[in-house]
């Protein structure tokens, strides 16, 4: 039976860490542990997943710590010290369901499946049968949708953190992307490269996680326009399509970034559609979305070659 291991980093959220975890007793896979990764400084996290370790259970538990900001940081340090096959990931303010695991693995008995993911649901947000999910499109658009996706399970491009799960061997994290806490996209640059390797990566809507977005400790602030998380976000999804996404979409994604964009970081087509709408976060967004573009792209050029490296450093992995 395949092995999986949960990794659930956890910064300054207790209260919902303990759901979270309540949620990942009850999964009926039988063959899983999990490991919690909590932040230097962060006393009170750490103390409830001391509690938490010293707690009988059926599987197997353990505690990292990382003195280094950010998710990817906080990632890492969990895969590194992982046992499972099958790493699967989830955020402190998830609540997976019973089934959560049961319905992630039972894709994996296809060998050319290289990660599962499935939706996020969020209070208040009805599911939207029929949409796209996890969509890069071929001129470089970003569908997302995972937390509205519904019917059956289908391959997607990338897959959404809180409910994302890869084979170990493909746990390669991104080095340099913008961003103290959420670092956006990330998932971008994971799932594409899982991609461009050849694996299909399967969206799989049953395979729930009760998701209940709590505020976040660094600039990227839910429901706020700040600037210098909208440069964060455009940079690290430009460098990530730009990277994995393939000739065809790397050429477009120059035009579309500029010129049209979406309402987070809009070009000049989507700039001149909120400004007749009064839709004043999308114009605010505009210049601090185009100079993360601007700032993706010189990255790129000065390393996108890397791209065509062997793929095969595993856990750890390079920019």
Known sequence: MTSVTVVVPSYRRPDDLSKCLEGLNRQLYPRYDVVIVVRSGDEETKALALRWLGTDSSYGKSVTEVSESGVLAAMKAGTNVALGDIIAY??????????????????????????????????????????????????????????????????????????MSLRRELTEFPQGLLGTGAQVHFEVHMCLRARWLGYKLIYDASAIVDHYPAPRFDEDQRGKAVPEAAVNAAYNLQLGILRWGGLLRMMSRFV????????????????????????????????????????????????????????????????
């Not at 290289?114 to 658009?141: E, M, S």
């Open 256 to 319: 579309y970034a500029a010129f049209v964009g979406d309402r987070t970081t809009p070009g000049l087509l989507r700039l001149a559609v909120a400004w007749t709408r009064g839709e004043r976060l999308v114009v605010s967004a505009f210049i601090p979305g185009q100079q993360g573009y601007w700032r993706g792209l010189r990255r790129w050029m000065k390393t996108g070659r890397d791209r065509f490296r062997s793929a095969s450093a595993g856990i750890g992995g390079r920019d």
């Open 90 to 163: 989830t955020d402190d303010d998830a609540v997976p369901r019973p089934d959560w695991l049961e319905k992630l693995v039972r894709h994996y008995a296809d060998p050319r499946v290289g990660g599962v993911g499935g939706r996020d649901i969020q209070p208040g947000i009805p599911a939207k049968p029929g949409c796209g999910v996890g969509i890069v499109t071929w001129y470089g658009k970003l569908i997302g949708n995972h937390h509205i996706g519904d019917g059956p399970a289908r391959e997607a491009d990338v897959l959404k953190g809180v409910n």
